[in-house]
DNA sequence: TCGCTTGTCTAGCGGTGCTAGGATCGAATC
DNA sequence: GATTCGATCCTAGCACCGCTAGACAAGCGA
């Protein structure tokens, strides 16, 4: 049985080598530099191994998605709970939001802007997406306003965020005005 | 003089040809259906007589957005012109704009999301994304509010917009919604 | 030690964007 | 009207892509 839980452990642990490899190579040029035989010599094995973990190239880059899903779900509570009243909580949160973005591009658009063949907003999202919403939610929620329901205001602010986000980072939107950009968005959006 | 005005009046009606015919299979399958291969079959010339009208696959990414940047800022002036006072003019303008992203998904992925190899926001910005952002401007900065520059608040909107669009398209958010949520928005980022 | 399962690699398939070089066709010249 | 010559287009092919079949070796249980 130790013989077994071993491989098992190798495995594993080859398969996080991969997610994290195919990350830091997205990051450090782009997605597109990420082949699978430029990944697959970077992890100093050969091709077929990395579709004895992954279905197809897709696979990959959904997961990395949910790690970064996960990572920014957690940054997004760190700045939040570090924040007092609503209002510092907001603004707080969508400056951790566009930072996450802007410093992790390829992760970003791995949730994203690619095709993770990710199921969204339905009974079989992977949890790690669920809870990242739920991590907005958390300080959007206190700010709807009456008679507006959470989710649908967290839904449009997210949208508001995710616009921001992509529109800077693809050179749509000059990056040095982010900051006013925010507080018009938290001005005007939360009841405060 | 005749000869050669005919042949550039044949090379400039079969470059058009191009860019309908690569909008026209992207809208009907999409984008990764668009090679090089399939487009010159269509339009029954051979491969390199792309690369004789265009230096790359992007560039005829990037004729396709000049041409739905054009259709676009048309259907928000169109739009926004027949509506009555700021209040309908904006809801009219974020419905038209959502609208066009739904209805010519290919045509808003051209724009926004892939790489056509195009200037924004800069001085070498191509007229028709410029016009586009100028027709947004229109109607968005009549309802800025005092002492939040057009532009600014522009953007802002416009960033929005992008998201629901994006967001919605992708799954990531239920289609059902979109109308409280263009409410949503114009009741709080519009100052009326 | 043997046999066998399990794991890995080499090689290759059909596809991609893009291009070099030869063939062809039509316009201008004698 | 024949001939030259330049523009135009196509065939063939490059290097690369995602993905897989089948050969092969290593390590396990008996």
Known sequence: MSVQERKERERAERERLIVATARELAEQQDWDAVTTRRLAERIEYSQPVLYSHF???????????????????????????????????????????????????????AMFQLDGGLAFAKADTPEPLKDAFAALLESLGE?????????????????ALHGLATLTRAGRLPPEDTEPRVELLVDRLAML
Chains 1, 2 share one sequence.
């Open 55 to 109: 279905r197809s190239k897709r696979e990959i880059i959904g997961a990395v998605a949910l790690d970064g899903a996960a990572e920014m779900a957690a940054a997004l509570r760190a700045a939040t709970s570090a924040a007092d009243g609503p209002r510092a909580r907001v603004t707080a949160l969508a400056r951790t939001y566009l930072d996450f973005a802007a410093r992790n591009p390829a992760v970003y658009d």
């Open 143 to 159: 700010v709807a306003g009456d008679g507006v329901h959470p989710g649908l205001f967290t839904e449009v602010f997210w949208a």
